[in-house]
């Protein structure tokens, strides 16, 4: 993986997570949301990962 692309998943995951800490209070529905998002994107970048490596 490019150092780019680690960086925009990185920068993608931790404003998820501050999506999630800020909705917590607001609306749960919402955190709940933001926290299935939030690991979708993790999920993509270790899957994006390993495909990297294989290449």
């Known amino acids: 993986m490019s150092k780019t692309a680690a960086l925009l998943f990185?920068?993608?995951s931790v404003l998820g997570m501050c999506g999630t800490a800020f909705s917590i209070s607001y609306n749960p529905?919402?955190?709940v949301l933001?926290?299935?998002?939030t690991f979708?994107?993790?999920?993509l970048g270790f899957?994006?990962?390993a495909r990297a490596s294989r290449r």
């Open 47 to 49: 899957v994006v990962k």
């Open 34 to 37: 933001f926290g299935i998002v």
């Open 40 to 43: 979708g994107i993790m999920g």
């Open 10 to 12: 990185a920068v993608a």
């Open 29 to 31: 529905w919402l955190a």
